[in-house]
C-alpha cells in the first residue's frame, strides 16, 4: 500500500530513512514474497528524478508476490542499504538496475563491490541475488556490462516484467530461471548462453547460440507501445529535497507518427 512510511522507524528501531518523509512510498511485507532491490546507480535525487525508475517501482510493487525497494548510490558512503527497510543489497532475491546513462556503469560496479556481490557473472553461485539490468542504456548496447549481468530484460518493462517475474522462484535452480526465461519471454536476454563474435576493429560483429542454450534465439527487435491505462495510474513518490522535487519528470507523451529525432529514447522507440 501506499503511505508516509509513518511508524516505519518504530518497527525496525532504526532511525527513520527518506521514505518516512516521501509522500507515496510503498511500504510491504517481505514474508513469502520475492525481494527485489530497484538500482539506480547515481545518487538519491538523480534517481527519483526518473520516470523511468518510477514506473518500475510502481510496476513491481503492484505484483502481489512482489516486495520492491529502492537502492541509490549511498551519499555519505559505506555499503548500499534500501531506503524503505535499510535492508543490504545482497539480501534481496533480485537485484535490478535501472540503466539510463553509460556514465552511470562505473556505479554499477561499485553498488555491487561495496555490497558484497561478486563480478563478473561467472563468480556468483545461487547463495547471491540474481542481478539483472534494463533501460534505454541496455536497449542500445547491453554488451559492455554482459559479463556482469545474469539477465537483461529489453524492451518496455510494462510488456514482459510481469511475464519474467512469474517464472521466477528464488528456491529454484538458477540456471533453469535463466534457460526459461530466455526461451519464453521476449526482450530477455541471458549473456553466458551467447558467444559475442567481433570484427578485427573490436566491434560487435554477431552473436551464436553457446553451447549451453543453442535453441534459444536472440531477443527479437520488437517496437512496443505503452498501454493507455498505465499513462492513467497514480502518480510518482514525491521524492525529499527541492532540488529533487523541482526535476521531477513529467509523464512521457506520444512522440508522435515520426516518433523522436534525438537522443537514445527517440532512437529505439520510432514507431
Do not use: W
Not at 556514465?103 to 560496479?109: Q, T
Not at 535452480?173 to 563474435?197: M, W
Request: hydrophobic share 40%; net charge positive.
Amino acid at each position: 500500500m501506499r503511505k508516509k512510511g509513518k511508524g516505519l522507524a518504530a518497527h525496525h528501531g532504526k532511525k527513520a530513512p527518506k521514505s518516512s518523509a516521501e509522500t507515496g512510498a510503498i511500504i510491504k511485507s517481505r514474508v513469502g514474497r520475492i525481494s527485489v532491490a530497484l538500482v539506480y546507480p547515481n545518487t538519491y535525487s538523480v534517481g527519483m528524478s526518473s520516470l523511468g525508475f518510477q514506473t518500475l517501482y510502481r510496476l513491481f510493487n503492484e505484483m502481489e508476490s512482489v516486495v520492491c525497494e529502492r537502492v541509490f548510490v549511498p551519499e555519505k558512503g559505506g555499503p548500499p542499504r534500501s531506503v524503505e527497510t535499510k535492508t543490504p543489497l545482497a539480501a534481496f532475491d533480485i537485484v535490478a538496475f535501472s540503466l539510463s546513462f553509460e556514465n552511470d556503469y562505473p556505479f554499477v560496479l561499485t553498488l555491487l563491490g561495496s555490497g558484497g556481490i561478486p563480478i563478473p557473472s561467472a563468480k556468483r553461485d545461487a547463495s547471491h541475488p540474481l542481478i539483472m539490468a534494463g533501460g534505454v542504456a541496455c536497449f542500445l548496447n547491453p554488451e559492455p556490462l554482459a559479463e556482469i549481468f545474469d539477465l537483461f530484460l529489453l524492451g518496455e518493462a510494462e510488456a514482459n516484467l510481469e511475464s519474467l517475474m512469474n517464472l521466477f522462484d528464488p528456491k529454484a535452480q538458477r540456471e533453469d530461471f535463466l534457460r526459461k526465461a530466455g526461451a519464453t519471454v521476449k526482450g530477455a536476454y541471458v549473456p553466458h548462453f551467447y558467444s559475442p563474435l567481433y570484427n578485427a576493429d573490436n566491434t560487435l560483429l554477431n552473436e551464436i547460440p553457446g553451447e549451453k542454450l543453442a535453441i534459444v534465439p536472440l531477443p527479437q527487435d520488437k517496437k512496443i507501445r505503452v498501454h493507455r491505462a498505465f499513462l492513467q495510474s497514480p502518480g510518482p513518490v514525491a521524492p525529499v529535497g527541492k532540488a529533487c522535487k523541482k526535476n521531477l519528470s513529467h509523464p512521457a507523451v506520444s512522440p508522435g507518427k515520426k516518433g523522436l529525432k534525438i537522443g537514445p529514447v527517440g532512437h529505439v522507440s520510432r514507431y
